[in-house]
């Protein structure tokens, strides 16, 4: 792996070479295997947290991690494009658009002890604006080669504070062009719902059942580029504790095994319908 630039990372991205890279300031980390007609992202991935936060911060470790999505990169990592959030999102929000992207509360308590300094603001935006420079960078690549692509959106959800029952996986598809696009999202459904889990976890799959697919992620992605269909595809996590902060590494296994070959299957197939 290589510590690279922002214009270096996008210059490599430009040239297509394969590489695997973190960016210089940590924040996040992209692979390139291969240039292919997909991509995978995990944008709430990270757990870091800058120290200089730390004595002003009002969220406990636990309770921050308990609301980022931990091994979503783990499960897709097998792929040959992978990019990934290495913050936490208490620092700043991926999935958010710049103006929301810093948090005063979160999940109905605040997070800061005293208002953040413009500048501690301004270094945590300029991160989330380098991760966007490199993922308007690879998709308009990936389209301009292919002319078409399917990114892989995943994230975690905590299902235990629902008060009915909730589906292994969730698809936010709200954002989405539906019509054009239908027939790729409902075998993805079904797709999910077929993977074997260990400790009898039953795999169900719905579409905007727990969420709608509203995140910043996805909606840059989408209003940028008119050919890339973005599936924002959330799991619940039953491949943890959350309330214990266990994880179980055998569930994180198999959803990698099983997305390692049908992932793919689902990408190649998408490409072959809608290739131009």
């Excluded at 992202?41 to 990270?46: K, P, T």
């Excluded at 209003?223 to 924002?232: G, S």
Aim: hydrophobic fraction near 35%.
């Amino acid at each position: 792996m290589l510590k690279l630039s922002v214009e270096e990372i996008i210059e490599k991205i430009q040239s297509e070479v394969t590489f695997e890279a973190v960016a210089t300031d940590y924040s996040f980390t992209i692979k390139i295997d291969a240039y292919v007609p997909y991509a995978c992202g995990a944008v709430h991935d990270g757990h870091q947290f800058r120290k200089e936060l730390w004595d002003n911060c009002l969220h406990t470790e636990y309770e921050r991690w308990f609301e980022e999505d931990p091994a979503t990169k783990e499960m897709i990592q097998s792929h040959p494009i992978v990019i990934a959030g290495m913050d936490s999102r208490f620092e700043y929000d991926l999935n958010r658009e710049p103006e929301t992207a810093i948090y005063t509360d979160a999940w109905g308590k605040q997070l800061w002890k005293n208002p953040l300094p413009q500048e501690m603001k301004e270094k945590s935006l300029a991160k989330h604006h380098n991760f966007y420079k490199v993922v308007v960078a690879l998709i308009a690549k990936l389209e301009e080669k292919f002319g078409i692509c399917i990114v892989y959106d995943m994230h975690s959800y905590n299902w235990k504070r629902w008060d009915r029952e909730v589906p292994t996986w969730n698809l936010g598809t709200t954002n989405v062009d539906s019509n054009r696009f239908g027939n790729a999202i409902e075998t993805w459904r079904a797709t999910l719902e077929k993977m074997p889990l260990p400790n009898g976890i039953k795999s169900t799959s719905k579409i905007n059942d727990t969420f709608q697919g509203n995140g910043y992620f996805l909606k840059c992605i989408t209003q940028n580029f008119n050919n890339t269909l973005v599936l924002a595809t959330e799991i619940a996590k039953v491949y943890c504790d959350e309330l214990a902060q266990i994880m179980y590494p055998e569930v994180v296994s198999a959803v990698e095994n099983y997305l390692k070959t049908e992932l793919k299957n689902h990408a190649e197939a998408f490409y072959k319908i809608h290739k131009m």
